[in-house]
């Protein structure tokens, strides 16, 4: 910081006056400027200057804020009671009541404990007051939250029913900051941190933007010089890149917006250090992440224009999950009102993007002053004024961290946000939804756990029915059962119990959830039971689901049971010839096949065919084919006298003996209740399958026959299909392989 040993002229504060001010209210600034000149003639700053220089610069902040002359005046006077000879009286005298009562309030502020005034006194009175510590640093320590929090309710207790003294507390406050390096080092991080407590929440209460960063980058690169250092060196060192990269984002953002009728003022935003450093903390990331990303800001005429501008940012590069914040619906506690979301840009790098009106940006920078900057006649900034007066003191009556809930929700009603509504959970969070929205749509958003188990809902106290449309404001309470689902009718269109999407699928999915329990249930008792039948043990099911393609066991129960998946597909896998020797714990037949199902009809092959009666061909015998009426081909060897004479040559095919094929001994058990011809059925559809019976036992008991056979067959496949043929015999109960032996 330049030091000087003259002082401002008072031309130079009187150039950067409102313009709106009248040529009284530029002489009251003018008399004020000459009391305070004279009260501090002989006092100067640890920097050298003269004492009024202080003053000059807190006015010219406050003049920034466009404030009325009033608070200029007692900006110059703010320090004369206090450190001179100057007297409330004699204020009173010359600038009457309301300037005295600002410049009360000031003093009076100065006073509360640990609010610091972090003026630069050469004077022995400025030595005195370094004496004046907090009393013990380490007594303090572990109440310093309360302590900060006691203090911010007691500024702006102090500041009483004039929030202007807080304006002119802020402006003293911004220019000890920026003139903090004539301080000594351990005075410098206490009034930095105080800094940080007190007067930078309170700027930020007062939605004064423009104070708040500057104040926190100056207090921080006193509480943190090494942090700060680094953080602003990384950004000297790529702010030339950045800004060329933000030129062509704002070509590129201009042209969209044009083409869509957009009116659009675009700027890059500036970035603190303070505000970056805290997003690398809350968000634990480094540097690179945290200022990789790109911010720009969209000033646009009116409210609709921000989400037609938000709308086309989002048609037109990716938005990031969750980087979406609509403060234009719900405003910051302190009535900040902005459209925030971030896009993965063409470059695949993140964008952060703020959409506001002229009225919000005004609001966003100066808070609560921004009052002042309007024309005459607004009702609207009145009203905000009034508004947020209002908020102020109800904080002030129950601490800072109290709202006043009924009022904000009140903020909330709204016409212009006509396709959604902003629905309040019971603890206060707002909520937006589709208009049309039900209280199983609010559940769902909620917590799919809560939705599934929706069972009523109260709207503001209320029991309503669950197809009641719920209104911006409405506060909801979702009634819940310990345990179930969802019901179906949720899903029927014509109920109108769901409107949105998100809902609907959340419910689609725990029914098809559902449906999949049961379905695998389902198949893997079917499977069970058949395998049970066949006689197959330790079966590796991730083996077998492997082999037919599923990633899981599960995934083939539920196709099992929804019957994408056959069992006899999942049989047939075991029949593969590296399954069978596994599968048979037994050795092949000593004899192989003799049995006839190895015919192969030469060009007709898989055609019906059946051994000749009249000449029994057997294995090996020279044979041929005859083409019956109806019954498919009947084998006849070819030495048989009735192919030898029969007429019809052309119904005769040439056959073959197909390769010989392993048979394996299977003892099977069939139970049934005992009935005529039960025993014949049964071999002659084994003798259709072509299987060889090697051994029959029957035994009737209290008219329930037991069967036990030794069958031959080829391979499982075979051994299920003629285990479920028997069991669909008349009378049979079951048919399963049993234990060999
Ligand atoms: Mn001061």
């Known amino acids: 910081m330049k030091s000087t040993n003259t002082a401002i002229p008072l031309e130079k504060l009187l150039e950067q006056l409102p313009d709106i001010y009248s040529v009284a209210d530029r002489e009251l600034v003018q008399h004020a400027y000459r009391v305070a000149e004279e009260a501090h003639r002989e006092q100067k700053r640890l920097s ?22 009033e608070v200029i005046a007692a900006g110059l ?101 920026r003139t903090l390096s004539h301080m000594p080092e351990h005075k410098r991080k206490r009034i930095a941190q105080e800094t940080l407590d007190i007067f930078s929440p309170v700027a930020n209460r007062l939605g004064i933007w423009q104070i708040k ?7 921080f690169r006193n509480v943190n010089p090494v942090e700060y250092k680094k953080i602003a060196e990384l950004l000297t060192e790529k702010r030339p890149d950045r800004e060329s990269q933000l030129e062509v984002i704002k070509e590129n953002l201009i042209k969209l917006l044009e083409q869509n009728n957009i009116k659009a003022e675009i700027s890059g935003r500036p970035k603190h250090i303070y505000s970056i450093f805290k997003k690398m903390q809350k968000k634990d990331k480094p540097f690179d992440m945290v200022w990789d990303v790109r911010a720009v800001r969209l000033i646009v005429p009116d409210v609709p224009s921000c989400y037609a501008a938000l709308g086309l940012i989002h048609t037109s590069w990716r938005p990031i999950k969750d980087e979406f914040d609509d403060y234009i619906a719900a405003p910051k506690d302190n009535y900040y009102q902005s459209l925030h979301t971030a896009v993965i840009y063409k470059d695949k790098r993140p964008l952060e993007v703020q959409i506001r009106t002229h009225e919000m940006h005004l609001n966003a920078e100066f808070g609560i002053a921004a009052h002042w900057r309007y024309k005459e006649g607004s009702k609207q900034a009145d009203k905000n004024y009034e508004q947020q007066i209002n908020s102020l003191r ?5 601490g800072p961290d109290v709202r006043d809930a009924t009022e904000f929700v009140e903020s909330m009603h709204t016409d212009v946000f006509q396709d959604h509504v902003y629905i309040f959970t019971p603890r206060g969070d707002a909520i937006d939804l589709p208009s049309g929205a039900t209280p199983i749509d609010f559940a769902y958003h909620v917590h799919t756990d809560i939705g599934h188990r929706c069972r009523g809902a109260r709207i503001n106290g209320k029991l309503v029915p669950l197809d009641q449309a719920l209104n911006t404001g409405d506060q909801v309470e979702i009634l819940t059962a310990k345990r179930g ?65 599923y990633k899981t066991p599960d995934e083939m129960f539920i196709e099992l049971g929804n019957g994408d998946l056959s069992f006899s597909k999942i049989i047939r896998q075991f029949s593969q010839p590296e399954e069978s020797p596994d599968i048979f714990e037994v050795n092949p037949s000593s004899t192989p096949a003799t049995s006839t199902n190895s015919i192969e009809v030469v060009g007709l092959k898989g055609m019906l065919s059946a051994m000749a009666r009249c000449c029994n061909p057997t294995a090996g015998d020279q044979v041929v084919g005859f083409i019956t009426r109806g019954r498919g081909v ?75 056979l030794i069958i031959e067959v080829k391979d499982i496949t075979q051994l299920s299909r003629i285990l479920t043929r028997i069991e669909n015999l008349p009378n049979v109960m079951e048919a399963h392989r049993s234990s060999p032996g």
């Open 485 to 549: 689902g969802p019901s179906l009718d949720w899903l029927n269109p014509n109920l109108g119990l769901v409107k949105t999407q998100r809902a609907r699928s959340k419910i689609k999915v725990w029914f098809k959830k559902q449906e999949d329990e049961q379905n695998l249930a389902q198949g893997r008792s079917g499977l069970e039971k058949e395998l049970q039948r066949l006689g197959l043990k330790d079966i590796n099911f991730e083996k077998l689901a492997h082999d037919l393609n």
């Open 77 to 177: 006077l703010h320090d004369t009671v206090e450190d001179t000879s100057v007297t409330l009286t004699d204020i009173r005298r010359d600038f009457g009541d309301a300037i005295t009562a600002l410049v009360d309030g000031v003093t009076k502020l100065t006073h509360l404990p640990h609010v610091s005034r972090g003026d630069q006194h050469a004077d022995s009175d400025a030595v005195k007051q370094e004496d004046e510590e907090p009393p013990s640093a380490p007594a303090l320590l572990g109440r310093k939250d309360e302590i900060v929090a006691e203090t911010l309710r007691k500024t702006f207790l102090a500041m009483g029913k004039d929030v202007r003294v807080m304006f002119i507390k802020l402006a003293d406050r911004l220019h000890n900051m």
């Open 634 to 708: 009947t084998i006849h060897r070819q030495d048989c006298p009735n192919i030898l004479q029969t007429k019809e040559r052309e119904r005769l095919l040439q056959v073959g003996w197909g390769h010989v094929e392993r048979t394996y001994p299977v003892p099977v058990k069939i139970k049934a209740y005992d009935r005529q011809g039960l025993v014949s059925d049964i071999s002659n559809l084994l003798s259709d399958e072509n299987i060889n019976i090697a051994d029959v036992k029957v035994n009737v008991n209290r008219s329930i026959a037991d069967l036990r």
């Open 213 to 219: 960063w500057e104040l926190e980058d100056l207090a």
């Open 48 to 69: 050298g200057e003269p004492y009024i220089n202080h003053c000059v610069s807190v006015a010219s902040i406050l003049a920034e804020l466009k404030v009325p002359p």
């Open 394 to 398: 109800s904080m002030m009556e129950w």
